[in-house]
């Protein structure tokens, strides 16, 4: 064997190796490049509008995990109170700050609505929608209301008398209530509904008995009614969930409503152009990577990513709808 003439082409095949895999190792890298040169050693902050352990809060922290891979380590933060309006209030002093993020949905925007919030997402910078997670209204295991069909013929004898324990005024629990009670034909405003701060308050509520149903998202409810400690009577989606597929849809039962409590994040007001569009493309690739894909399986939420001016047009139309099905209620 030319020992001579067969180093070139080892050397030359070497060459294009060693090319290939920088080409794979900068194209793999990419994304993190672009992030953390955008940030330029910045830390990103999250605010969680709510207190721990709800669906902003978990939504902030899965975040938190996602981004890891491409921001490096991020901050998530809780401000309770109001619905998020406390948070909003809050979070408009980091106006033209891009490294402050804040988790928000449609609750917020019926708690801006209910509670005549001076502060409103106007003085904020809509990055992207990010999730949709649907209600489920239930009732202890020992209720004697076993089904939808039930408690409707309940509230059609007599409204008032029927309680129903969600979150806060005004949120996406009493919009749904609201709902419920004028597609059986009764007046929105006399829906017996009874407002806490979060979910878990509500569900001390109905397992004492001091109400007859209670409404939450499907992700913080499925694992009680897993566990035999609440019954499932329906979900606001449009089609039977996978994690609880032995349960109608509201649709189902007799009662035309559906309703999905999405969340997104936002940016504060005052930021530029190309920061705005920086961080919609740092928010996008978290979507469309496995962690988050992993958090959605697990969560049980639904994709529902949404940038740019469709997201813009849908905020504004969410704020309408919101703001007419609460003034119907007598909230807003």
């Not at 030319?2 to 070139?8: D, H, L, S, T, Y």
């Given at each position: ?56 809060d978990q939504t902030a922290r899965e975040m938190q ?163 035999g400690k609440m019954r499932a009577l329906a979900v ?47 928010v996008v690739e978290m979507t469309r990577g496995d ?42």
């Open positions: 064997m030319n020992v001579k003439g067969v180093a070139p082409f080892v050397a030359a095949a070497v060459a294009t190796a060693v090319l290939l895999v920088s080409t794979v190792a900068s194209s793999g890298d990419e994304g993190k490049s672009d992030a953390r040169a955008f940030l330029d050693g910045r830390q990103l902050r999250i605010m969680a509008p709510a207190a721990p352990g709800g669906g902003w995990s996602a981004l890891r891979g491409t921001v490096g380590r991020t901050e998530v933060y809780n401000v309770n109170g109001a619905g998020g309006t406390i948070g909003l209030s809050q979070y408009t002093r980091y106006r033209g700050q891009p490294t402050e993020l804040m988790v928000m949905g449609l609750v917020m925007v019926g708690a801006i609505a209910s509670n005549h919030s001076p502060v409103t997402l106007s003085q904020t910078t809509p990055l992207a929608r990010l999730t949709t997670d649907y209600e489920i209204i239930v009732v202890p295991t020992n209720s004697p209301v076993q089904s939808m069909r039930d408690l409707v013929a309940r509230m059609r004898a007599d409204l008032g008398s029927v309680s129903i324990a969600g979150g806060s005024a005004g949120g996406v629990e009493q919009i749904l209530a609201g709902l419920v009670g004028r597609a059986i034909g009764g007046d929105p405003a006399k829906v017996n509904y009874i407002a806490h701060s979060g979910g878990g308050e509500a569900l001390t509520t109905v397992l004492s008995g001091s109400a007859t149903a209670a409404v939450s998202g499907v992700s913080e409810l499925v694992p009680q009614v897993k566990a606001s989606s449009p089609q039977r969930l996978p994690a609880l597929p032995d349960v109608p849809t509201l649709k189902e039962a007799g009662v035309d409503v559906e309703l999905a409590n999405w969340r997104a994040v936002v940016a504060p007001a005052g930021i530029t152009v190309d920061e705005e569009s920086a961080l919609e493309d740092v962690a988050w894909q992993e958090t959605l399986r697990r969560r049980g939420w639904a994709d529902a990513t949404m940038v740019g001016p469709e997201f813009d047009a849908f905020m504004e139309s969410e704020q309408r709808r919101i703001a007419q099905v609460l003034k119907e209620m007598g909230l807003a």
